[in-house]
């Protein structure tokens, strides 16, 4: 049952200003009205958080695993109810929703499984030496702790596998860490649900109430508030990078400045290479055009640049391009706001008196649909103007016609950070890949040789981030097990009483974690029970 309400402790807060929710494909409203939360329920959600946070940080790894696959039962539980409800405030189709479900359950597992193997530990000791000269070293002992309640809000593109229950959330929690979720105002009913979900389970596993919190709410003074509470420690954002950068200024702001993760802005670069142009353009070009369009361009990753050597093959490329992408449907967007401003942002690039208009998918019938569209321009003039390389969230790309191989490097120097770089090659453009490789490296979180950049893994070597803009900190990612150290401190122990000393250094290790001992690697002793 959806009844627009806020999670706080143990409370379910409703009544109060309230905002709607609509369906994107019919341009209709969807009951319930929803609760606007406002500073009292920001102050409440995290004085729980903070009360909560220290016995959460010290529960042994396996009872946060279990709480985490306790979370995924309780989101499968909820069967079509959260299925039918996504479609309707998403617009997005029943086989893309199951599939995003089954991704987010997956994350979930999997960051039980890695907590339970230890390394997020990284517990190291390094023992006295009080004989050393010409002075003794201490006994140091370091592992990593969580740093405290975590904001986390909810993406637009991603009702489940980025929002309530989503990335951020599961490594968050997975740190040790209790989170404040503020839910995003596009799909409420769908983030309400998994909200229940997740109470649930912490009710399951007997946590204290303050580990979770669900703020619905559609004004930017909520998240902004929330940001600025002096118990947040860090911050788990998807968005825009308009947005984003409002709460990093927040957060930098505060008497204790904090660290925000937010995945923001990315055209995903794509170069293809003249040898895999001439052997597989049509092949190349029906799979570009098919990325391109995936769940009508909404994707952080998806292909919003592609570069080219200008030759007859690059021209045969770009017309069996065009041609793929006229018979493109026009796709529902998944609010009035993003679909305005796909519509924005294509008719500024359309403007541009040096970028070409190539062709549009089919015409939208209906309301809040995005119409495919591929653009070009020459490589001096996509260099000279910085608007050209700006992403458009949706179904367009741009074509850029290069003079020579050379341009690749000169283009890929003037991009900003991107979440992906992809290269196109055959055998003998290897050389060419090899010298462009470096200047990408600088520049992307993730390198795709002929493969194409949307959909992301989760597995241990993931990275999902990158440079300024596509994320605010290029060194952290926010897939994988790496998204969990993000909410993670070290701390050193130098000569405290054993006595004194937390589970995951003590000698007797009763975690049974993997550590590093005087600079040698110890796997996790056997035992035939898990801690």
């Known amino acids: 049952m959806i009844t627009g309400s806020a999670f706080i402790g143990e409370e379910e807060r409703v009544g109060g200003a309230s905002f709607q929710a609509w369906d994107p494909a019919a341009g209709e409203p969807l009951d319930p009205p929803f609760r606007e939360s406002g500073a ?16 959460f940080a010290a529960l042994p790894p396996s009872q946060r695993a279990a709480f985490l696959e306790a979370v995924g039962e309780e989101i499968l539980a909820l069967g079509d109810t959260l299925i039918l409800r996504a479609m309707q405030e998403t617009a997005l189709p029943r086989a893309r929703l199951e599939s995003e479900r089954g991704r987010t359950v997956g994350q979930l597992a999997y960051l039980a499984r890695v907590l339970r193997d230890g390394t997020l530990y990284d517990a190291t000791l390094d023992s006295a030496q009080p004989a050393r000269v010409p002075l003794p070293r201490p006994d140091l002992r370091r592992h990593h702790l969580a740093v405290g309640p975590v904001a986390v809000f909810g993406a637009s593109n991603f009702p489940l596998a980025f929002s309530v229950a989503g990335g951020d959330t599961a490594a968050a929690f997975a740190a040790g860490c209790p989170v404040v979720v503020k839910g995003h105002p596009a799909h409420p009913g769908t983030g309400e649900l998994v909200a229940r979900a997740i109470i649930k389970a912490r009710r399951r596993c007997a946590l204290q109430p303050g580990v979770f919190a669900y703020l619905p709410g559609a004004q930017a003074a909520l998240g902004a508030a929330l940001v600025a ?15 984003g950068v409002a709460l990093m200024k927040v957060a930098a702001q505060r008497a204790q400045p904090i660290p925000v993760f937010a995945e923001m802005s990315s055209v995903n670069p794509v170069f293809l290479f003249p040898g895999a142009a001439h052997r597989r353009g049509e092949e190349l070009a029906k799979a570009y055009v098919a990325s391109l369009a995936l769940g009508a361009g909404q994707f952080c990753t998806n292909p919003g640049i592609l570069i080219g050597v200008g030759n007859a093959d690059f021209d045969a490329f770009v017309s069996f391009a ?30 541009r008196t040096t970028v070409t ?8 019938t209906a309301p809040n649909r995005c119409r495919a569209a591929l653009l070009a321009v020459e490589a001096d003039d996509l260099l000279a103007d910085a608007g050209v390389r700006e992403e458009v969230f949706g179904a367009a790309s741009v074509i850029v ?63 999902h981030g990158g440079p300024y803009p596509a994320t605010s900190d290029g060194r952290s990612s926010s897939v994988g097990a790496l998204a969990v150290e993000r909410f993670l401190r070290p701390v050193c122990y130098q000569n405290l009483d054993a006595r004194l000393l937390p ?29």
């Open 40 to 55: 009292t329920d920001v102050e409440d959600a995290c004085a729980f958080a903070a009360a909560a946070a220290p016995d």
């Open 229 to 243: 509470d002096a118990r947040i420690q860090a911050v788990g954002f998807t968005g825009s990078r308009t947005a």
């Open 322 to 351: 065009t041609t793929a992408l006229q018979a493109v449907p026009a796709q529902p967007m998944l609010s009035a706001g993003i679909a305005g401003n796909y519509a924005r942002g294509l008719a500024a690039l359309r403007a």
């Open 357 to 364: 208009e190539l062709g549009r998918g089919a015409e939208a």
């Open 401 to 463: 016609r290069a003079g020579t191989i050379e341009d690749f490097a000169r283009i890929a120097r003037q991009l900003e950070g991107q979440l992906t770089a992809t290269l196109l090659y055959d055998e003998d453009d290897i050389p060419a890949v090899a010298r462009l490789m470096p200047e990408l490296e600088r520049r992307a979180g993730r390198l795709l040789g002929n493969a194409w950049p949307t959909g992301v893994e989760v597995a241990d070597a993931m990275v």
């Open 503 to 531: 589970p995951a250094v003590q000698d007797a290790n009763p975690w049974r974690l993997p550590r590093r001992t005087d600079g040698l690697w110890q796997p996790a002793p056997t035992t035939e029970s898990s801690p």
